[in-house]
């Protein structure tokens, strides 16, 4: 709880959370578009392109101030985007294969920048390289304004053209012939999400930046069937991962910030992907366990049924080994039986063996007369 | 220029990669009917249609609406695509898929609203669909994906509905509930247009038809046009399904 209380007297802190916090939220609002369009990977193209720019800014203006370093990546992961946008258009290269020559040329001419503007004799280009796996430590108000001012631009683009969105997203070709311009959207959308990107990678880092605009866009999929919902979630899981793992960063020495976020996400998506109802793998693990019991208990109660049968007295008991012998080397005959038991369906005889109750020569030919009639 | 026609297509021609896909193609719809067009596959059936809707790029030609040119007339013309083209796995359900059709109406920054809502389940009743608006598109069967895919072109009011295989892999209640639609938008004066796969209904269902294999072979009323000697210049000799769906004697 110290860390609370930190984080209301504590400026630092409290500037690096309100940080982290909006960028996640900017970054989980678009990413949710990103992914339904089936275009993570652009956001990883789009921050990587970005480097370049940073450093580019840098060496033009020789300024560090947060306005122009965001406003050099912008202007390089657009120009990245829309290279993806018109290669895709106008050639037969697929787009994953677009994605990676933007992200890795841009990417390795950002790192030769780097490294040259490195071996300047001056020593203000210092902490460019933070750039690459974010640092949220160093985070000025300033900063934080700037994130939280070009962020709301960007969320406020998302009220203003949802309808707009939604078809882009879900059928452009059907918006199209309603009249709306669909690649003028197409653009927006991206640029608005270049906007979403750059804003964190002070924080984040070029590098790990994509996995804010897909985990918790990803993660909120799991939860919602509706898309205005699936937003607000992406944003708060986004402002989630943002703020806890700033603070753990920020509070650690030596601990970059972009990989500690990213984790505190990847736990927010793990969470999501085992527990989320329905779409949740803990439930269906739970689901199909469920049907299969419940096969499992109808085929060794048939099994017994036909047993009984076979002999005069109903009573008579069978081996385990028997049913299992006629469940065709099925394992877990002994638990069904238990289950069997427990209902009252099925009881233990000594020396193993098994036999129906009268309840469960009811029910057995209940099953089998509705069985024969639905068949 | 024919003043009464509702979709007129002069010497349209679009190719792709260089490849013609449909080659100076003509077709003159009339008001007030339900029309196929007709091919085998490959033959530009869709691409007719996406054409028509400037969703393709052409490469000559010129498209009317009700003597007008497509642009003008957008808010015309509606578009049933083949459900196989979206991913039902969106976040949304029937109501909301069904509201889209408003869209354009609505313009920019305007959200859909109460008049919205009661319009598409208007629309839903027709498909009967109704009990399925809180639906997750996901959970819908094919049929039932393509009566809201229907819905939400009803919704738009036009007077010009295209529909790429509104037939395709759907059930008999969904064939007769898209049948009895088509039937009322005729009845109110309205023109559908709809690729069409099954040789065997055309007769049953549509009364007027195109017959198309990159170039046009034949358009016009059934009973005129859909011919045993149509079909083989249109399918290349080997005509399937016919079982005497040709109109009689006209051949």
Known sequence: ?375 | MNAGAAIEVNDLTVAYREQPVLWDVDMTVPQGVLAAIVGPNGAGKTTLIKAILGLIPKAAGEILIHGQPYAEQRRLVAYVPQRGSVDWDFPTNVLDVVMMGRYGALGWVRRAGRREREHAMAALEKVDMVSFADRQISQLSGGQQQRVFLARALVQDARVYLMDEPFQGVDAKTERAIVTVLQALRAAGDTVVAVHHALQTVPEYFDWVMLLNVRRVAAGAVAEVFTDENLRTTYGGRVPFLNGAVVEGAA
């Not at chain 1, 208990?297 to 009984?308: G, N, R, S």
């Open chain 1, 1 to 375: 709880m110290n860390l609370f209380r930190e984080l209301f007297f504590d400026y630092t802190l409290r500037t690096v959370a309100l940080g982290a916090g909006s960028l996640g939220a900017v970054s989980g609002t678009l990413g949710a578009f990103a992914v339904l369009r089936r275009q993570s990977l652009l956001g990883d193209a789009i921050s990587h392109a970005a480097l370049p720019g940073i450093v580019l800014a840098f060496l033009l203006t020789g300024s560090k101030n947060t306005l122009v370093l965001v406003l050099g990546a912008a202007v390089a992961g657009w120009i990245g985007m829309l290279f993806v946008l018109s290669v895709v258009r106008g050639s037969r290269i697929p787009s994953d294969s677009a994605l990676g020559i933007v992200l890795s040329v841009f990417f390795g001419l950002g790192l030769v920048l780097l490294t040259y503007t490195q071996r300047l004799p001056t020593a203000s280009q210092a902490g460019l390289d933070t750039f690459l796996f974010g640092q949220a430590a160093t985070l000025l108000m300033r900063d934080v304004a700037v994130i939280a001012g070009l962020g709301a631009v960007a969320v406020m683009a998302v009220a203003v053209f949802w309808k707009e969105f939604k078809l882009l997203s879900f059928d452009p070709e059907f918006g199209a012939t309603l009249g709306v311009p669909m690649r003028s959207m197409e653009i927006v959308l991206t640029t608005v999400l270049v906007v979403a990107i750059v804003i964190g990678l002070q924080t984040v880092g070029v590098v790990l930046m994509s996995a804010m605009v897909v985990a918790p866009a990803a993660a909120a999929r799991q939860w919602t069937n509706r898309l205005g919902r699936m937003v607000l979630l992406s944003a708060l899981f986004g402002a989630a991962a943002g703020v806890s793992g700033a603070l753990i960063s920020a509070s650690t020495r030596n601990l970059p910030t972009g990989p500690t976020i990213v984790l505190a996400a990847t736990v927010i998506v793990a969470l999501s992907m085992a527990f989320a109802p329905e779409r949740g793998l803990v439930w269906a693990g739970i689901r199909r366990r469920r049907s299969r019991r419940a096969i499992q208990v109808d085929a060794v109660l048939e099994d017994l049924f036909a047993l009984a049968q076979q002999h005069e007295d109903g009573t008579h008991g069978h081996p385990v080994a028997v049913l299992e012998a006629m469940s065709g080397g099925r394992t877990g005959v002994e638990a069904t039986l238990r289950v069997l038991e427990s209902r009252r369906l099925a009881r233990r005889l000594p020396d193993d063996a098994w036999a129906l109750t009268p309840e469960g020569l009811r029910e057995a030919e209940a099953r089998r007369s509705t069985r024969s009639s639905t068949a």
